[in-house]
């Protein structure tokens, strides 16, 4: 009987003080970061492991020794010597900064992805409160964004853009759709993710035809698609020139840091990822000041007579 009037209260409390909303926004941000951190760390992990055993079983060959992890178990350990790490080291951000970026106990240097994932998710938690409000837009913006953080990552370390992420993406992408959660519509929606997917493609079977190599994988199809799918097909112009430009930036400076030239292993999911929540924000200002949205129209008339 009282809970209606409890929320209603609590509402109330958030819109006298949106700085709280806020405040409050940003510290679940950082513990979903932490969370975040797990699932880079481990569902590549837990995909090679399937992967191993699908061929074993394939092939005859003895199936890989078994092995206990997923997302909930085991319990955070060091990656180097196996130290359980305790409530007061796995504080987001803080207990990096406090331990020095050192395990407490074979003071090995932790990789500073894991502050630089939290205090990212969490800033822009914050800053989806901000900006959305107490409304399902800020809901849909939380995941949109975390699951973009986690993909990322990911292909950075490891070249992977699992489908366990993508594809869920996309169709929770087409389902808030229907409900015009950031004002695109189903049918902008299935567009988009169908722009998504084939442009890319299209780019990359061309790629591959004038030098027998793949220019790029399957997962970024996927992603550009649920980019779509969650923007519309009017992002797709402003996505694909925001992180071609970024990327390319990116990967001649990385090219001349490591010397390795045209051989270096270059990732365009996290400039994809980038870019996509860039839209999210930003996209109408954007194509506005770049005159995307003509560019977007013709894609969508291409498009229109391709299929």
């Known amino acids: 009987m009282h809970s209606p009037r409890i929320l209603m209260s609590i509402l109330d409390v958030f819109r006298a003080a949106p700085w709280l909303f806020v405040t409050i926004a940003v510290l679940l941000g950082l513990v979903v970061g932490s969370f975040l951190n797990v699932v880079i760390h481990r569902l590549p992990r837990m995909l090679e492991r399937e992967w191993r055993a699908d061929c074993a079983a394939l092939t005859g060959a003895p199936p890989p020794p078994a092995e206990r992890m997923n997302l909930a178990f085991p319990g955070s350990l060091c ?41 990212l ?14 409304s399902w837009a800020t809901l849909w913006a939380l995941i949109y964004m975390w699951t973009m953080i986690a993909l990322a990552f990911i292909d950075q370390e490891t070249g992977y853009l699992p489908d366990n992420l993508t594809q869920p993406l996309l169709w929770l992408g087409i389902v808030v759709s229907m409900w015009q959660g950031f004002g695109v519509d189903l049918a ?25 190599i793949e220019a790029m994988g399957h997962g970024d199809f996927k992603l550009l698609a649920a980019i779509g799918a969650w923007l519309g097909w009017q992002a797709i112009p402003g996505v694909v020139l925001i992180s071609s430009f970024v990327g390319a930036a990116a990967g001649i400076a990385i090219m001349v840091a490591t010397g390795q030239g045209m051989q270096a292993k270059l990732r365009f999911g996290p400039y994809l990822a980038a870019a996509g929540v860039v839209l999210l924000f930003w996209g109408s200002a954007i194509n506005a000041a770049f005159h995307l949205d003509g560019l977007a129209l013709e894609l969508r008339l291409l498009l229109g007579d391709l299929f």
Not at 87 to 100: C, D, G, H, K, M
Not at 121 to 134: D, E, I, K, M, T
Request: charged share 10%.
């Open 188 to 212: 902008s929606s299935v567009t988009g993710a169908i722009a998504g997917y084939s442009f890319l493609w299209v780019i990359a079977k061309g790629w591959g035809l004038l030098r027998s």
């Open 121 to 134: 998710s969490g800033c822009l938690a914050g800053y989806a409160v901000w900006r959305f409000g107490l």
């Open 79 to 119: 990656p180097h010597c196996g130290h359980r790490i305790t409530a007061l080291e796995n504080i987001p951000v803080a207990s990096y900064l406090a331990l020095r970026g050192k395990c407490s106990a074979c003071k090995a240097t932790i990789s500073p992805r894991y502050p630089v994932v939290e205090a």
